[in-house]
């Protein structure tokens, strides 16, 4: 049988090493590898087209994600920007609403400019989903949880949706991560990470994912990957590969946490709505509990019911939460999506989605739940009585 992800997260791609019987693979900095004969190839040749600690991390990726293939990339817009390279002049992309920033600028600014076209869709009403949908549509791409507005999109809909009309639906899992949720065992056909967060899990490296269960998917993707050159290097590898032993435990634990400061947050009077598909309030509840496997995520978004100014204050005075854009990281942060990680989106764009300058969106830690209460109630409140 197949083993548990937390079994495979230290074993898959961690055998030991053949020369000395190391636990830990070492760390191997060649950009190139000495051939057997002119025109005869070894296992590797030259690092942007392989290298034993990426190759490692992949196959622990594959695994996490009941993927077949895994590909590392520099960063996430790395991996998402690979991905898009499959489509040609005149292709179309359907987009989420609810979906990074930078993949929304990556899309609507750099993409597009060879000619492939983008339309924004919402993903949580599947006939508008479908609906934004033409005869050059390739490649759906979705995020659930949504950023950051904490959406739950039914991912085995959406494939059966992407494929009825020929494309393909790629997932971006950074949230969820493949602890609670494996979009390629739901249909989708490309799973994207931005390793940098949850992978990673230290605020310390750079990377970025994609994973696929078919051959002759992967081998486009790396023929992409090898021209263009967007590899994951050797020290984010080993970094992140550290990181993946111990994802479930951080994602479990964190999840626990963001749950509890929902319902804290929740039943707060200075605060008038909480984001958390956690919550039973929340529209995306039920088909959460059915897709993600035990636990709702470290991510949630809120708003004050006070001023925007009293927004920015309450996010510029917390202590433990630090203010940064990224997440997924040990260390809890808080931002304002609408001037930080949702910034690139026009404002219209921004507006139309629900995107809010009140909103506030919290990356909880592994600091003391408690801690982290205290911490956000005060803020809220210093900022509440100073009215
Ligand atoms: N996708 C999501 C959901 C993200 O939060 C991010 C980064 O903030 C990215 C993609 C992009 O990843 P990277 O910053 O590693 O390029």
């Not at 004050?304 to 990224?326: E, I």
């Amino acid at each position: 049988s197949v083993m548990h992800i937390r079994t495979r997260a230290v074993h898959v791609g961690n055998e030991k090493d053949p020369a000395t019987g190391a636990v830990v693979p070492p760390i191997h900095v060649a950009s190139t590898f000495v051939q057997p004969a002119a025109g005869e190839w070894g296992e590797f040749d030259y690092a942007r087209s392989g290298s034993p600690n990426r190759c490692a991390l992949q196959s622990t990726i594959a695994s996490l994600e009941s993927g077949t293939h895994a590909l590392a990339y520099a960063t996430g817009m790395a991996a998402t920007h690979g991905a898009t390279m499959l489509l040609n002049a005149g292709d179309h992309i359907v987009a989420g609403s609810d979906i990074y920033g930078g993949t929304y600028r990556l899309l609507h600014k750099i993409v597009d400019r060879s000619g492939v076209r983008v339309s924004l869709s919402q993903t949580v009403d599947l006939d508008a989903f479908e609906a934004a949908f033409t005869d050059q549509t390739k490649l759906a791409w979705i995020e659930s949880p949504g950023n950051p507005l904490m959406t739950i999109t039914d991912i085995a809909a959406c494939a059966e949706i992407a494929h009825k009309h020929g494309a393909l639906l790629a997932v971006d899992n950074t949230f969820a991560t493949p602890v609670l949720t494996r979009p390629l065992e739901l249909g989708a056909d490309i799973v994207m990470h931005s390793a940098t967060k949850y992978l990673g899990g230290h605020s310390d490296a750079l990377g970025g994912i994609l994973v696929v269960s078919d051959r002759e998917l992967y081998d486009e993707l790396y023929f992409v990957q090898n021209a263009t050159g967007a590899v994951m290097g050797t020290f984010s590898t080993f970094l992140i590969a550290r990181g993946i032993k111990t994802l479930e435990l951080r994602v479990r634990e964190q999840s626990r946490s963001a749950l509890f400061l929902a319902h804290q947050l929740s039943q707060h009077p200075s605060v008038s709505r909480v984001l958390y598909p956690g919550l039973e309030s929340h529209p995306g509840h039920e088909l959460a509990t059915r897709q993600m496997d035990g636990a709702y995520g470290a991510m949630l978004s809120f708003e004050l019911s006070g001023s925007y100014q009293d927004t920015q204050q309450v996010a510029q005075s917390t202590r433990l939460f630090q203010l940064a854009v990224s997440l997924g990281a040990v260390e809890s942060l808080i931002e304002q999506p609408a001037s930080m990680s949702h910034a690139s989106y026009d404002a219209a764009d921004r507006q139309r989605h629900g995107i809010v300058d009140g909103l506030i969106r919290l990356s909880v830690g592994l600091e003391h739940p408690d801690d982290l209460w205290e911490d956000l109630r005060q803020a809220i409140e210093a900022v509440a009585e100073s009215c």
